[in-house]
Nanobody, 119 residues
């Protein structure tokens, strides 16, 4: 049974940084492309960043140059380093497996981790 657990969310001031983690179990993590999504209140869930099994990355235009997606296959963990945070980055952040940025997520959604950017 696949389990994805997000962590690292917090309240941070504009311009601040956070690193989110996604711990995976029940799957051969190294063989899966992965993605970070976010959902703000009243808005649809949106793709933030995608990373292939080989480490190639893609980003939403809104986070390019500020966010960095990475993975540690030895730890079965994916990360999202978020810098220069803006209030509009406030959302619940989720991770999932996804073959391509245009594909559908493979697994049920976890609980997510809340990121709030506010002064």
């Amino acid at each position: 049974q696949v389990q994805l657990v997000e962590s690292g969310g917090d309240l941070v001031q504009p311009g601040g940084s956070l690193r989110l983690s996604c711990a995976a179990s029940g799957m051969i993590f190294s063989t899966y492309a992965m993605a970070w999504y976010r959902q703000a209140p009243g808005k649809q869930r949106e793709l933030v960043a995608h990373i292939t099994s080989g480490g190639s990355t893609n980003y939403a235009d809104s986070v390019k140059g500020r966010f960095t997606i990475s993975r540690d296959n030895a730890k079965n963990t994916m990360y999202l380093q978020m810098n220069s945070l803006k209030p509009e980055d406030s959302a619940v952040y989720y991770c999932n497996s996804q073959f391509l940025p245009s594909s559908f997520p493979l697994w049920n959604w976890g609980q997510g981790t809340q990121v709030t950017v506010s002064s």
